[in-house]
């Protein structure tokens, strides 16, 4: 027999909420490195938390030449599909290489 199914879902969901909780905020890929899952398992843990607002994602666009910030974005529609770099000048169509899914924590994840 073995043991009960979710006992190790539980252990990656605590391991999860505990880093976004510890940071306050982490991209995606952060994330994703840290515990070793999927992109697919990681967005389907994420989306029901980002459902009822416990955390709140956005999305962050870098200048691939220079890496400068070159602002924030709730959806992905909201993005120019061009884009030019105050920084360096440079122009590039938006693609998700350039983009970073940031998580902040909204909510509590544990009670007490
Ligand atoms: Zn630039």
């Avoid at 009822?52 to 200048?63: F, K, N, V």
């Avoid at 602002?71 to 169509?93: L, T």
């Amino acid at each position: 027999m073995k043991g009960r199914n979710g006992c190790c879902t539980n252990s990656l969901e605590s391991k999860i909420k505990s880093l976004i909780e510890k940071r306050g905020k982490i991209t995606f890929r952060e994330l994703l490195k840290e515990v070793n899952i999927s992109t697919e398992e990681l967005e389907d843990f994420l989306v029901p938390l980002l459902g009822e607002g416990t955390i709140e994602g956005r999305l962050e666009l870098h200048c691939p030449d220079c890496g400068a910030d070159l602002g924030s974005f709730k959806q992905y529609k909201d993005i120019p599909s061009e884009n030019e770099c105050e920084i360096c000048g440079h122009s590039f169509p938006t693609s998700e290489d350039y983009l970073d899914i940031l998580l902040e924590v909204k909510g509590k994840f544990f009670r007490g």
